[in-house]
Antibody, heavy 117, light 110 residues
Framework: QVTLKESGPALVRPTQTLTLTCTFS????????ANWIRQPPGKALEWLVH???????FYSASLRDRLTVSRDTSKNQVVLTMTNMGPLDTATYFC???????????WGQGALVTVSA | QSALTQPPSASGSPGQSVTISCTGS?????????VSWYQQHPGKAPRLIIY???KRPSGVPDRFSGSKSGNTASLTVSGLQGDDEADYYC??????????FGGGTKLTVL
């Protein structure tokens, strides 16, 4: 059974850096193709980044300068870092496994992150 | 990359059919057969219901179908049921290794 679970802080102060972790299980590491997607309250989904286990990483052009993705093979984790958080970054952040044809097959439950002083 | 355009709302009575459109450009929807559709109930994660324009994952009822013509993809829900009431999002590979979503459509079952 494939599972993904996001974890991280529920509250972040403006200008701080957000670090979110996606822990996955149920498939072999070489097949890991993790994507991060976010959804502000009441709004649409927004794609953030794609990361293969072999190191290929592709970022949203609009957020490229603020995002970093890393992998911890020993813990089956993918870590998203977003710098200089602001109120507009308040959203539920989802981790998802994507296929080679760019469909998001498996999703985590999401982690709500609120940016507020 | 601009978001794909979806109608904000759609509705139909139980048993009826409803179609939701997703309009992009030749750089995304029109250029690749990598269009997907997701169903999202309130407070839940999205669920993949259509991929590669027309394919259904295992477990998705055949009441859900997808198609594409030019730069516009469509999702049709036939035999509407109460549980179909949800938000629906399309996505497409946008070239240059990126993914683009639509703005979402709220489907109401009257």
């Amino acid at each position: 059974q494939v599972t993904l679970k996001e974890s991280g802080p529920a509250l972040v102060r403006p200008t701080q850096t957000l670090t979110l972790t996606c822990t996955f299980s149920g498939f072999s590491l070489p097949k890991m193709r993790a994507n991060w997607i976010r959804q502000p309250p009441g709004k649409a989904l927004e794609w953030l980044v794609h990361s293969d286990w072999d190191g290929d990483t592709f970022y949203s052009a609009s957020l490229r300068d603020r995002l970093t993705v890393s992998r911890d093979t020993s813990k089956n984790q993918v870590v998203l870092t977003m710098t200089n958080m602001g109120p507009l970054d308040t959203a539920t952040y989802f981790c998802a496994q994507i296929s080679s044809k760019w469909e998001l097959v498996y999703w985590g439950q999401g982690a709500l992150v609120t940016v507020s002083a | 990359q601009s978001a794909l355009t979806q109608p904000p709302s759609a509705s139909g009575s139980p048993g009826q059919s409803v179609t939701i459109s997703c309009t992009g450009s030749s750089s995304d929807v029109g250029g690749y057969n990598f269009v997907s559709w997701y169903q999202q109930h309130p407070g839940k994660a999205p669920r993949l219901i259509i991929y590669e324009v027309t394919k259904r994952p295992s477990g998705v009822p055949d009441r859900f179908s997808g198609s594409k013509s030019g730069n516009t993809a469509s999702l049709t829900v036939s035999g509407l049921q109460g549980d179909d009431e949800a938000d629906y999002y399309c996505s497409s590979y946008g070239g240059r290794d990126n993914l683009v979503f639509g703005g979402g459509t709220k489907l109401t079952v009257l």
